[in-house]
């Protein structure tokens, strides 16, 4: 079993909506944030949100405040990322990672991710 399975991308024209979902089941080792992260080709990995277990605490990306909802379903070891007024820019490749050394949402351990195209 994978320890990270995102899922959920896929094409959407701007000003749409897409959520991911990340099945975090699979993933044994204790951590202390979890959440996503994107890269677009050429560009330098992106935080996008991130949950601090300890607190239940969200993290934005100034990028994505106000457009973007993070969200985590313990009992099912789901977390989601509500996207919505997507752009453009938001296109790349979406990774589900979690933070295995403390909550500061440096993220060290990811699945494979799931792409996202924002575009008309």
């Known amino acids: 079993q994978e320890p990270l399975v995102a899922s959920g991308g896929g094409l959407v024209q701007p000003g749409g909506s897409l959520r991911l979902s990340c099945a975090a089941s699979?993933?044994?080792?204790?951590?202390?944030?979890i959440g996503w992260f994107r890269q677009a080709p050429g560009k330098e990995r992106e935080g996008v949100s991130c949950?601090?277990?300890?607190?239940?605490?969200?993290v934005y990306a100034d990028s994505v405040k106000g457009r973007f909802t993070i969200s985590r379903d313990n009992t099912k070891k789901m977390v989601y990322l509500q996207m919505n007024s997507l752009k453009p820019e938001d296109t790349a490749v979406y990774y589900c990672?979690?933070?295995?050394?403390?909550?500061?949402?440096?993220?060290?351990?990811w699945g494979q991710g799931t792409q996202v195209t924002v575009s008309s």
């Open positions: 990672a979690t933070d295995t050394r403390g909550p500061k949402c440096d993220y060290n351990y």
């Open positions: 699979g993933f044994t080792a204790d951590y202390y944030g």
């Open positions: 949950i601090k277990i300890h607190d239940g605490s969200t």
